[in-house]
């Protein structure tokens, strides 16, 4: 009763595990296919200086190549590239065939059809891994037939390209936009600033407090070099003809100078409507155009650069190793399942062995 019942476990655990190994890798399992690629994503040199421009690209997407690359790697793996690959590629057709064996084909018993399912089953058959020295990303693709295993790793480089060269495109738009809109504001702060400064010079009829003032002053010295004269000129006649008639109208003439003197320094040192007064609004109302002015400048500058940029291609996918067409199948490993299905099917027999031993034993 003892051999039979250890012949009866040695069957189970061993015997028919074994026999189904044989009958299925031997000649059910359908053959495997790999096809390998690998890529890199690429960008153009840029200086290392931190300049607003240099800002503007890390903001808008452009950071290092190798960030990308992961980018890249996320993509391939999601649930919007395998739905890109269904629209360019029977994928699902492709594995649900029934040329493949019932435990591999896609739609049996044990995963379902909906999309869930066969992005599950999608995960399985395609693989990317990124080398972080290297920034090198290998992909994986396994199919069931030589062509098939090449048409989707090449379609999915493809789909990847395309996914670079729509972040190129966005961040050459929000690049210009940006640009755009700095523009915008930097004319509207100068046109502001030089409307500003024009009503300023109409209401107070004034051009350039400092060189009118400087203007002013220069008048003023002729004009006391004027009353020197004429002051030197009443003494001397003052002293050879006290009775002359010209004394009178050189005292007016004396008089009127001073005037005009004392006129033209309340134009320049007065309280209200000076240039000294008007010169400090003047030179901030200035000040205040040259900053807007060279803003605007700046921002023309930047645009000019971001549209010389957005002429060049930022990031590239660049094929290290194109997709390779399979002329032997890779998988599935027949003789080594067939081998490690009888070791564990003896490990298992062993084990329960033992604990079956144990318990009449203990039982005993």
């Known amino acids: 009763m003892k051999k039979l019942k250890i012949n009866f476990l040695f069957i189970l655990c061993v015997v028919i595990p074994s026999i189904l190994a044989i009958i299925y890798y031997g000649f059910i ?60 590629y029977p994928v699902r057709a492709h594995y649900s065939s029934e040329n493949i064996d019932f435990i591999n084909r896609f739609g049996n018993a044990l995963n379902g ?23 090198i990303s290998s992909l994986t693709v396994h199919a069931f037939s030589p062509k098939a295993a090449y048409d989707i790793n090449d379609k999915i480089l493809k789909l990847s390209e395309k996914l670079i060269n ?14 755009e809109n700095e523009v915008l504001k930097a004319e509207q702060q100068a046109n502001q600033a030089s409307q500003a400064l024009s009503q300023y010079r109409n209401r107070n ?15 003023i010295t002729k004009l ?11 003494a001397q006649v003052q002293n ?26 309340s134009n320049v040192v007065g309280e209200r409507q000076s240039f000294t007064s008007q010169s400090g609004n003047f030179q901030r109302l200035t000040l205040e155009k040259e900053l807007a002015d060279k803003q605007l400048a700046a921002a023309m500058t930047s645009l000019e650069q971001a549209r010389n940029d957005a002429v060049r291609k930022q990031l590239y996918l660049e094929r290290v190793a194109q997709p390779n067409i399979p002329d032997e199948a890779l998988g599935p ?3 080594k399942s067939i081998v490690a299905t009888i070791i564990l099917g003896l490990i298992m027999w062993g084990i329960l062995g033992m604990l079956l031993a144990g318990a009449r034993e203990h039982k005993n």
Do not use: H
């Not at 495109?169 to 640009?179: E, G, P, S, T, Y």
């Open 29 to 88: 399992a359908s053959d495997v296919y790999t096809s390998e690629s690998s890529f890199i994503i690429r960008s153009p040199d840029r200086q290392s200086s931190t300049t607003g421009l240099n800002l503007i690209l890390r903001s808008a997407g452009f950071s290092r190549a190798q960030d990308d690359s992961y980018a890249v790697d996320t993509f391939i793996g999601s649930r919007d590239a395998l739905k890109q690959l269904e629209n360019s």
């Open 224 to 234: 006391q070099d004027q009353l020197v004269q004429t002051k030197m000129q009443l």
């Open 333 to 335: 490993k027949r003789l």
């Open 240 to 265: 050879v003809a006290p009775d002359n008639p010209q004394i009178d109208s050189l005292k007016v003439q004396i008089r009127v100078l001073e005037q005009e003197i004392q006129n033209q320094k």
């Open 166 to 179: 729509n972040i190129n495109d966005n961040a050459r738009k929000d690049l210009i936009r940006f640009a």
């Open 113 to 135: 059809r909906s999309f869930e399912s066969f992005y599950k089953y999608y995960g399985n058959k395609v693989e990317v891994e990124t080398d972080r020295n290297t920034a």
């Open 205 to 219: 009829r004034v051009f350039n407090p400092e060189g009118q003032s400087a203007q002013v002053l220069t008048q």
